[in-house]
């Protein structure tokens, strides 16, 4: 992968930002994705923030080396601090941490967030979390994906300002993707539906080890899969 060929992942999370978007890629690693962006002419601006020295290093000379110095700025900074008013951004993209870390880093970086049109995530684990997080901070889910690369399962979630009201069910599946129940998403809780049930037959057999909730939580969770599946 580099900044012209990216990965199935990312390019299908490139597919969510809209041309002459202000992208700040938060987590950016090597600064593919906005590199990539920028070299197809689709982004007006874009800011690459990392909190790593190492991989900060990698995006800054990703960018020299593909004549984006002063179009892309890359930042050494944690989180959303990496955006100042004056970029204007219009998206906001995190991908590949977990939706925990995701929604510490919205959380902490609420106040940046003003003007952002659009979030693009993809996170890794978490999912249900991370929209109990977007639905109660006035986010709706307009779009999401799920694909399969490299013997992993990925979400792309993408949300924009906007009330909305979720089951918890459809937060727990996403609420695009429960609709859609494409291939990927049945492949996926099929296996996680053996997996869910292998655990709590180990639950169960721990006789007393194991809280209470947490076996009533997995119950739950066997329920509303099979009913999904059915």
Request: hydrophobic content about 40%; proline content about 3%; overall charge neutral.
């Amino acid at each position: 992968m580099n900044e012209q060929t990216l990965s199935r992942r990312l390019e299908r999370v490139a597919a969510q930002v809209p041309q002459g978007a202000r992208l700040a890629d938060i987590g950016s690693d090597h600064g593919y994705l906005p590199v990539a962006l920028m070299l197809r002419g689709v982004l007006d601006a874009a800011v690459a923030g990392e909190v790593a020295q190492t991989p900060f290093a990698s995006a800054q000379r990703n960018v020299r080396r593909n004549g984006l110095k002063g179009r892309v700025s890359v930042r050494l900074a944690d989180g959303l601090a990496a955006v100042e008013p004056e970029d204007r951004i219009s998206v906001v993209s995190i991908c590949g941490m977990g939706g925990d870390t995701m929604c510490e880093i919205l959380e902490a970086g609420k106040q940046r967030l003003a003007g952002v049109t659009r979030l693009v995530l993809q996170p890794n684990g978490a999912e249900r979390e991370l929209r109990q997080w977007l639905v109660g901070n006035g986010y709706r889910i307009v779009s999401e994906e799920l694909l399969r690369e490299n013997r992993f399962d990925y979400e792309i979630i993408v949300a924009e300002p906007g009330g909305a009201a979720y089951t918890a069910e459809q937060l727990y599946f996403g609420p695009v993707l429960v609709q859609e129940k494409s291939e990927a998403f049945l492949v996926k809780w099929r296996r996680m539906l053996r997996q869910k049930q292998q655990t709590l037959a180990n639950f169960e057999r721990a006789r007393g080890a194991v809280p209470q909730a947490k076996i009533d939580d997995f119950r739950q969770q066997v329920g509303w899969i099979t009913e999904v599946l059915a």
